[in-house]
């Protein structure tokens, strides 16, 4: 099993996370991102740069990622497409994607968009929480406890 990170726009406190618990419980962490990333040393971490441009990142993710796999995205569409092959997404908020509630979620992303292109602005999310860094770390803890040992 192979954790991908969306990474041009995970938080570096998340990423934090991440790295321990990639070394923790041995398992590929993989950040793809279309600008060079730090990672810290270990054989369990990599950086993946792709090129610029619209959707590169997230289709190179697409295109790796297997069933079982977890993806961490704030990307909707990016959710949706990793869950289709079999794959977990989890928002760096902590948010559990699921075929459940995928559907609403890219209804409300599509509605978004349409307001704020016709000019209704709408503000960014807020600062990431201690309670959002807790849930996904919670969310992040129960995937990892039902891998197999490497």
Known sequence: ????????ACPAAIKET????????????????NQPLRTP???WISALQVSQGFDIADNEIVQRVNAGD??????????NDVIEKGATAL?????????????SRLNIRDFMDTMRASGIQSGG?????QRDKQQFANHLDSWL????AS
């Open 1 to 8: 099993m192979t954790i991908w990170v969306d990474a041009d």
């Open 18 to 33: 991440l790295f321990r618990a990639a070394n923790r419980k041995p398992m590929a962490l993989v950040l793809v991102a």
């Open 41 to 43: 040393p270990s054989k």
């Open 70 to 79: 977890l993806v961490i995205t704030s990307d909707i569409p990016l959710a």
């Open 91 to 103: 928002s760096p908020r902590g948010e559990l994607f699921t075929k459940d509630n995928i559907r």
């Open 125 to 129: 999310p807020p600062p990431l929480s």
């Open 145 to 148: 406890a039902k891998q197999p």
